[in-house]
């Protein structure tokens, strides 16, 4: 018995299979860094529409490390592992001078080398390997840096005011836009950054990789084009929710598209980019990959 194993307590020992004790401490240690770091996420970076999904994301990446618990208790210690010693002290230095400075960017991405390094000094490469997809989605909860959201809700306010102005207009709608300023009738409905469309890319993306995941397919370029897909499929559902709000707005008045509809869109953009997701799926396994298996 390893030194280890004989200071954990013997009801402990006695109750949990022997690969398992080996992680225990792992997992203690672990708890201890990140559980004042998420409930501080969760007090501010979580707290906004940009990063939302953050928890989502963490709870969808523990589901899937447990579907794998079999190959974490499979192995044996790596300790000599360069690479596994060299990935957990940069991940580890990472966090903290992301902790220590208030940089959530950093602080949340150090979490994903540290990960690696854990796994290839407890088990080596062969369980990384397997444990790939759950250290990739990990890559959705880093909060994207506040210049970088800016540039690009920019871009994409411009753009989803431009089309869902155009769609109005042509469907006989006295609308106008300036800028990401909609004008229709006696109202102006302004395309904050919220409309912008890259909360629901960010957050299709992720469910569309985990459904590509559970789906288990195998040709790449099936794999290829639902990846593709995505962030168009993103971006007609938040130029959906935008022409909604401005058709109750113009019906109903303002009151009526700020309030109870305005929360409503963002639950209909999102179901609206699911189906079309799934049905995209489904277009492609009637039609193209239907006929390859067939050929």
């Known amino acids: 018995m390893s030194q ?16 398992w004790l080996l992680w225990l401490p792992v997992v203690i240690g672990l708890a201890a860094i990140c559980i004042p770091s998420f409930i501080h996420l969760a007090q501010t970076t979580w707290d906004s529409e940009e990063n939302g999904h953050g928890p989502i994301i963490l709870m969808v990446f523990i589901w899937l490390v447990w579907q794998q618990r079999s190959v974490l208790a499979s192995g044996v ?14 991940g580890l ?10 940089i959530d960017t950093l602080e949340v991405a150090g979490l994903i080398p540290m990960l690696v390094g854990i796994v290839l000094l ?30 690009i809700t920019g871009a994409l306010k411009t753009q989803v005011s431009s089309v869902a102005e155009n769609l109005l207009y042509y469907g006989g709608l006295p609308i106008a836009r300036n800028g990401v300023v909609l004008s229709i009738g006696p109202y102006q409905l302004l ?8 909360n629901s890319m960010f957050s299709l993306s992720a469910l569309g990789l985990l459904y590509l995941y559970l789906m288990r397919y195998r040709n790449w370029l099936h794999i290829g084009l639902m990846l ?16 909604v709000l401005v058709l109750i707005t113009y019906q109903f008045g303002d009151e009526a598209g700020q309030g109870f509809a ?27 990959f239907r006929r390859r298996s067939a050929a």
């Open 191 to 198: 395309v904050a950054d919220a409309c912008s469309g890259l």
């Open 77 to 90: 210690p790596r300790p000599g592992s360069i690479m596994g010693w060299l990935s957990l002290l940069f």
């Open 262 to 288: 305005h929360s409503a869109a963002g639950m209909l953009l999102f179901a609206v980019a699911l189906l079309l997701l799934l049905g995209f799926d489904k277009l492609l396994r009637s039609t193209l």
């Open 4 to 19: 280890q194993e004989s200071t954990l307590p013997l009801l402990v020992r006695n109750t949990l299979p022997r690969p």
């Open 122 to 151: 407890m088990r080596g490469w062969q369980t990384l390997r397997m444990l790939w997809f759950p250290l990739l989605f990990l890559l959705f909860m880093i909060p994207l840096p506040g210049l970088l959201i800016t540039v």
């Open 228 to 243: 593709a897909a995505i962030l168009p499929i993103a971006f007609i559902a938040n130029v959906i929710r935008v022409m």
């Open 93 to 102: 230095a990472a966090f903290v001078i992301g902790r220590s400075q208030s």
